[in-house]
């Protein structure tokens, strides 16, 4: 079994975000927005570019003013913002709102719709991030059996079809899957997307298979765990590391997304 470390593929996009950056009249601008205080966005924004930041009970209308001037400004080239949104924030008009050229994580209906129907656009920077790992490490995915374990709109479906379009044939799982362990073991090739400590262990693996952790969690030690328990995976192919996997390669696609759309923009 080989563990697969970020690092090598966020060196690599993080150089393509520079080489891009470099060709340009002027850097890249980055504008985050967060509601409240989770750390691991703010652990995430920290390597980001200027910060939009709001209490959760923050007043709609002076957000979306606000919002609507960061929109317009022509020197902002994106914008990520942090879900889940306080209820007194509406998803669906931030979103509709927001300038599909400045949207780095695909949340703006038109740029999904443009994943679901398999053309070029935006993606999701985390499923972005397993598939340049997938791809950094060689692995074949053309008609390839690739199990999802998630069915968010900003991890498990998305990755869903990314997979899809690169030929694997794909099952999505969720909290009512019948015997997970049955299914994932038909995986060449396993993501986990779930926010379970530790949900899925060697026996929901098959031999060779490669499995990729997106899960993000605390154990109750306080220590940061993946969605698997990669000790019992000796018989993987690859496996990925939690922290230093898949999370510390979205922070460099974003820099990518970013630095593509200034180029959209500026070139
Ligand atoms: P959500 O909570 O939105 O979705 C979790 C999914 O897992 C749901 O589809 C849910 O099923 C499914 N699920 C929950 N419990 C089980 C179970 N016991 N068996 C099978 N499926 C289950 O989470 P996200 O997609 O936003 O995030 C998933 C994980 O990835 C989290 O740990 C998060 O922190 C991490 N993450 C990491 C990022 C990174 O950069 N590395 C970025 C974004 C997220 P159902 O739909 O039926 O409820």
């Not at 889940?84 to 780095?104: C, G, H, Q, T």
């Not at 390839?144 to 968010?152: D, T």
Request: proline fraction near 6%; charged fraction near 25%; include cysteine.
């Amino acid at each position: 079994m080989e563990l697969i470390k970020g690092a090598d593929t966020a060196r690599e996009l993080t150089a393509r975000a520079k080489e891009i950056a470099g060709s340009l009249p002027r850097r890249p601008k980055l504008v985050t927005i967060r509601f409240g205080e989770d750390g691991s966005d703010i652990a995430y924004e920290s390597s980001a570019g200027k910060r939009m930041v709001y209490p959760a009970d923050t007043d709609p209308e002076l957000f979306f003013e606000a919002f609507s001037k960061v929109n317009a400004d022509p020197d902002v080239d994106g914008i990520l913002v942090f879900q889940p949104l306080p209820p007194s924030i509406s998803a669906v008009r931030l979103f509709s709102e927001m300038d599909p050229d400045k949207d780095m994580d695909c949340a703006v209906p038109e740029n999904r719709l443009k994943l679901f129907e398999g053309r070029d656009g935006v993606c999701p920077c985390t499923p972005e991030a397993v598939m340049w790992m997938i791809e950094h490490a060689g692995i074949e995915l053309q008609g390839r059996r690739a199990v999802v374990v998630g069915r968010s709109l900003v991890v498990g479906k998305p990755l869903s079809m990314m997979l899809l379009k690169k030929n694997a044939t794909v099952t999505v799982c969720h909290s009512r899957t019948k015997d997970l362990a049955k299914v994932c073991r038909e995986a060449d090739v396993l993501v986990a997307a779930v926010g379970r400590a530790k949900l899925i262990d060697g026996s929901f693996v098959k031999e060779g298979a490669a499995v990729f952790d997106v899960g993000i969690n605390m154990d109750a030690d306080g220590k940061l765990v993946g969605d698997c328990d990669i000790s019992g995976m000796e018989h993987a192919s690859y496996v990925t590391p939690v922290p230093g996997g898949v999370g510390s390669v979205t922070t460099s696609v974003l820099a990518l997304h970013t630095a593509e759309a200034a180029a959209k923009k500026l070139l």
